[in-house]
């Protein structure tokens, strides 16, 4: 069963501590993306990777950190740098940065107090 | 990419046709019309692209004027499962070219 999944769905964290939300796909897909949705919102781009060991930053990479060490896996940690983390989480993948449609994940809801 | 407007949001009754516009006056040649739906709280789903003629899926079906300055996505019978948030994106065919999500219409199918 191809997707992308992402893990925990809720996640609680203290103000300063960075925290890692996982992303992994099983599709071969070649690029993955990372989004940031706040309520209400539409979805803003945080990061995106077209390959493995790389990538670039999207709209509003400051205070988030990424890494593509394999073709499945994109994590992203947000930082204690990020002023605002508390959003909803998207990972998404596709076959490449083209016209292919993004598959994407369930979401992390991540809330820092 | 050019930028695109959509009402923010929209009733349908169920089992009636959806209609929702979308207008990206800015668009330009080498641009795909994307719509995308999001149900609370989950993540996006695709549901249709297109340049220029219009297209039919087993979800939707996407009707581009022949200016391709407005576009509308049409649910054929609206189901209260079709009740999301819908997102109309246009955006270049060339490598790393990203989606950008603005606001939607949120659709809310009654019974």
């Known amino acids: 069963d191809g997707g992308i999944t992402q893990s925990p769905k809720y996640l609680f964290r203290k103000e300063g501590q960075n925290v890692t939300l996982s992303c992994e796909q099983n599709l071969n897909h070649d690029a993955m993306y990372w989004y940031r949705q706040d309520p209400g919102q539409g979805l803003r781009l945080i990061y995106y990777s077209q390959i493995v060991n790389d990538f670039q930053k999207g709209d509003i990479a400051e205070g988030y950190s990424v890494s593509r060490e394999k073709k499945e896996s994109f994590p992203l940690t947000v930082t204690s740098a990020q002023k605002n983390p508390t959003a909803f989480y998207l990972c998404?993948?596709?076959?490449?940065?083209?016209?292919?449609?993004?598959?994407f994940g369930p979401g992390t809801r991540l809330t820092v107090t | 990419d050019a930028k695109t407007t959509q009402p923010p949001s929209m009733d349908c009754a169920e089992g009636r046709a959806a209609n929702l516009p979308c207008n990206h006056s800015?668009?330009?040649?080498?641009?795909?019309v994307y719509w995308y739906r999001q149900i609370h709280s989950q993540g996006p789903q695709y549901i249709i692209h297109?340049?220029?003629n219009n297209e039919t899926n087993e979800m939707a079906s996407l009707i581009i004027t022949e200016d391709r300055k407005s576009s509308t996505l049409i649910l054929p019978h609206a189901t209260l499962r079709d009740t999301a948030v819908y997102y109309c994106?246009?955006?270049?065919?060339?490598?790393?070219?990203?989606?950008?999500f603005g606001g939607g219409t949120r659709l809310m199918v009654k019974p």
């Open positions: 994106i246009v955006r270049g065919d060339n490598a790393g070219n990203m989606l950008t």
């Open positions: 297109g340049l220029k």
């Open positions: 800015t668009i330009s040649g080498n641009e795909y």
């Open positions: 998404a993948s596709s076959l490449g940065t083209g016209r292919e449609e993004l598959y």
